[in-house]
């Protein structure tokens, strides 16, 4: 039972001395109240029992109330109880014993009453609410707190924040309530806090571990005013996606809050000073679920480091970027009104952004970002280096524009990367509003990017060539990016081009890439020199369709490879296939091979024509369906066999387990598959 019942038995004491007054002439005595009205409770259908023997030195005081409200402390009880021995010295009455109410756990309460003074104690376990009532100040009350469970205030927190929960955790300290008969109630005076606890129904707001020194100032009434002041030392918090972590750091706390009759908060002051890390003024409005309306703040952190642990890591985390480091120092401006954000500006001093599973990086970062959806504001970026998914890029600058509620850039951007540059011909980033949220809009231009350094980025094999394209639209919103238009590679004396190219969560966990590939003319000669497969020559067309990555490893596709036999006529190249090509096709399929000759005389020739060689697969559920050239019986044709000696491959397993065969391509590769005739 809270301890707001404490001041509200006071009133019905009154009548204990005059029951008292009979105790010579009567051995019992009985008093029926219907109403008793104090300063800030009302208290209904009571009973006041004494019995006290004759020529005794104390009786039993037992006091009754069918109904306490105390509507500006936001309490309510019933059916309560108290019962004391109750002594008397001179004109000082003393009772001390439990009190409950209904069936809640009961407390301890003393009484301690004389004509100038009231004292009140009120404990439970360790934990003890003193009070003192003056009768030369008979609207202030003092209540002196001591470990007091924070449980207690429940009712006083549902009065504002109808949806908060008090969990654990005690406060003491010393409060001031002065109650006056028609001026607002007011509390005042410091408080500790120890490890508290609080959190909604919904787990969108909640506290864990929290301490804190604080001065509370606070006036209730139609419009409640609350003033904080003071310090939190340590604790974890979370409000909606914003989840903070003190630790044992201590942050200086000012707020002055307005409560108005609809139930939202005005906050004209509200300041933070995380020392070294962040501090934060800002002014914000709040409606009555606490969600944000409008919010006017400038923050500055001179040290990025810490920011992430402490600040940051709900929002990253939803990115997929909860280990992302940073550093560098930073200063922040945000004005938000009915919710959606109107300004803003971010100025970095030496910043740097590392996401360490590959991601992304940033070196060097400087100058300023500003955005306002209402004026047109021009500002600039810029960075010394850094890295997209392993692939290095150099220093560039964005000159910005922001106009019309979008931020886009003044003028087109160039950036080295691999050897050749990477453009950004237009840019526009539009914040959340409303219903929408983040959408990026953007024309990215490759130039001459060297794909030797591409496959060394990305631990491919020894590619070469040139890697050029155009996307002229994309856009990014809902954690997906959309490209439009294509890339082309030039590749092995060939061309590869990628279209349809899609990617979900691109910066987050288990990012997930989709698109169409086609290949045009490439050489096999070098394809299979850099493959270690065996030596094949001639022209490859082919496709890979509905490819889809995620975290990076294949889980489907369509994909056919053919040769070219026009091509290759053309470009004047035979059409040949070495034995250890032969071995490495027929291992990677299970393949077999059949010849004009005896087996024992195909060792004797180092390669052999072809008329025309193909193989498919279509990844599903990690296994592969192969097909090739056309049917052979219960196989399919792999290599079509021309001259003499005149060989064909034919595969004959049209289902495989897709990690098995990468485990054959690997091996076919470092060449550990020995050619073996029979």
């Known amino acids: ?12 004491l009154l009548a204990v001395p005059l029951l008292a007054a009979g105790v010579a002439h009567a051995r019992t005595a009985q008093a029926r109240i219907a109403r008793v009205t104090l300063a800030v409770a009302t208290m209904s259908d009571v009973q006041v029992r004494l019995e006290w023997p004759a020529q005794a030195v104390q009786g039993m005081l037992e006091l009754r109330a069918g109904r306490i409200d105390a509507p500006e402390l936001g309490y309510g009880y019933r059916n309560v109880t108290w019962r ?25 309460l003393a009484l301690d009453l004389d004509p100038a003074r009231t004292d009140v104690r009120l404990s439970q376990g360790d934990g003890a609410l003193a009070l003192q009532r003056l009768a030369s100040t008979p609207d202030l009350t003092r209540i002196d707190l001591t470990r007091v469970p924070i449980a207690w205030a429940q009712a006083l927190l549902a009065r504002s924040w109808p949806d908060g929960r008090l969990k654990a955790g005690t406060a003491s300290g010393q409060l001031d309530i002065v109650a006056p008969a028609k001026a607002p109630l007011r509390i005042s005076g410091p408080l500790q806090l120890r490890a508290v606890a609080f959190d909604t129904a919904d787990g969108t707001i909640a506290g864990e571990n929290i301490g804190a020194r604080l001065d509370i100032d606070a006036e209730l009434a139609a419009t409640t005013h609350v003033g904080i002041d003071g310090q939190l030392q340590g604790g974890e918090m979370l409000f909606g996606n914003a989840y903070l972590s003190l630790q044992q750091r201590p942050v200086d706390l000012r707020v002055q ?37 409008t919010l006017d703040l400038r923050a500055h952190s001179g040290n990025l480091s810490p920011l992430r642990d402490g600040y940051l890591t709900g929002f990253l985390g939803m990115a997929g970027l909860g280990e992302l480091r940073l550093g560098g120092a930073a200063d922040v401006r945000l004005r938000v009104e009915r919710g959606d954000l109107r300004e803003a500006d971010l100025n970095l001093q030496s910043a740097s952004a590392d ?44 000159p910005l524009l922001s106009n019309d509620g979008v931020l886009q850039l003044r003028q087109p951007v160039s950036i080295p990367l691999l050897g050749g540059r990477a453009g950004f011909d237009h840019f526009q980033l539009t914040p959340p509003a409303a219903d929408k949220g983040l959408e990026i809009r953007f024309g990215l231009e490759l130039e001459q990017l060297d794909v030797a350094q591409l496959s060394t980025a990305l631990g491919w094999p020894a590619f070469t060539g040139q890697l050029t394209g155009h996307i002229p639209q994309a856009r990014y919103a809902d954690d ?14 060939g061309t590869v081009q990628v279209s349809s190219l899609a990617m979900e969560r691109p910066f987050g966990v288990a990012p997930t890439l989709s698109s169409d590939i086609a290949f045009d003319d490439i050489d096999l000669e070098s394809l299979t020199g850099v493959l270690g497969f065996g030596t094949i020559t001639g022209k490859l067309d082919g496709r890979i369709a509905d490819l889809r990555l995620v975290d990076w490893q294949p889980v489907a596709f369509d994909a056919r490879l053919q040769s070219d036999a026009d091509a290759a006529k053309a470009s004047g190249v035979r059409q040949r296939i070495s034995q250890r090509a032969v071995q490495d096709l027929s291992s990677v399929s299970d393949a077999s091979f059949v010849s004009s000759l005896q087996s024992q005389l195909i060792g004797l020739f180092d390669d052999f024509g072809y008329r025309n060689l193909g193989i498919a697969c279509r990844l599903v559920d990690e296994v592969c369906e192969m097909e090739g050239l056309g049917s ?3 196989g399919f044709i792999i290599v079509d066999g021309s001259g003499l000696p005149r060989l064909s491959v034919v595969g004959f397993n049209r289902r495989v387990d897709w990690p098995t065969l990468l485990e054959r391509l690997i091996a076919a590769s470092s060449g550990d598959v020995k050619p073996v005739f029979e």
């Open 632 to 634: 052979a019986g219960p």
């Open 257 to 293: 809050a307005t409560q108005d009759e609809t139930g939202g908060w005005q906050l004209p002051t509200l300041a933070w000073n995380d020392r070294g890390i962040l501090r934060v003024d800002a002014s914000a409005a709040l409606d009555p679920q606490l969600q944000l309306r």
């Open 480 to 493: 997906r990016l959309d490209f439009e238009g294509g890339l082309a590679m030039e590749l092995f004396g």
């Open 1 to 12: 039972m809270s301890r707001g019942i404490l001041r509200l038995l006071l009133g019905c």
């Open 355 to 398: 996401d360490p599973r590959g991601g992304f990086r940033f070196e060097g970062l400087d100058g300023n970002v500003r955005f306002s959806s209402t004026r047109t504001l021009e500002s600039e970026l810029r960075w010394s280096g850094g890295s997209l998914h392993g692939l290095a890029f150099g220093a560039a600058r964005l």
């Open 84 to 108: 004391c021995p109750l002594s008397r010295e001179r004109d000082r009455w003393r009772c001390e014993g439990e009190v409950r109410s209904g069936n809640s756990r009961p407390l301890r």
